[in-house]
């Protein structure tokens, strides 16, 4: 019975430690609402989490149940005047449109790869 408990709590142990490895989270408050995957965000505070064993990015409203947006992450510069954790956005008008997600030196392809509108300027937000 002893052995048994035992392996239990080793299990247990390497199975939150291998949790705690697999997914980082970082918050970036974005001031404007935005369109991501043709869904609308409002402005707030956002998670930005990665799943380093899937090289998954998702994002989702701190403190409202609202849709998640998760992308496939691939590398990208390792410039180091770049943010850590960022959001790029593309602007036309009043509008912003989501166009990528960084997290150190990974980054999604571009999410706006055909825009609807001219894009006029680019923000990014982020640590």
Same mark, same amino acid.
């Given at each position: 019975?002893?052995l ?12 939150c ?9 970082? !918050? +970036?408050?974005?001031? @404007?609402?935005?369109?991501?995957? *043709? $869904? /609308?965000?409002?402005?707030?505070? %956002?998670?930005?989490? #990665? ?32 943010? !850590? +954790?960022?959001?790029? @956005?593309?602007?036309?008008?009043? *509008? $912003? /449109?989501?166009?990528?997600?960084? %997290?150190e030196?990974? #980054? ?20």
């Amino acid at each position: 019975m002893l052995l048994r408990f035992r392996n239990l709590l080793l299990a247990s142990t390497a199975l939150c430690a291998t949790a705690a490895f697999a997914a980082e989270q970082k !918050k +970036v408050e974005v001031p @404007f609402s935005f369109v991501a995957k *043709n $869904h /609308v965000y409002q402005s707030g505070s %956002y998670a930005v989490s #990665v799943d380093w064993t899937r090289s998954l990015v998702t994002l989702s409203e701190i403190g409202k149940p609202a849709q998640p947006f998760a992308w496939i992450l691939v590398p990208g510069d390792n410039d180091p005047k770049h943010a !850590k +954790v960022s959001l790029t @956005f593309d602007v036309a008008g009043t *509008n $912003h /449109v989501l166009r990528t997600i960084r %997290y150190e030196s990974l #980054v999604t392809p571009n999410l706006d790869a055909k825009p609807k509108h001219s894009v006029e300027s680019t923000t990014t937000l982020g640590e």
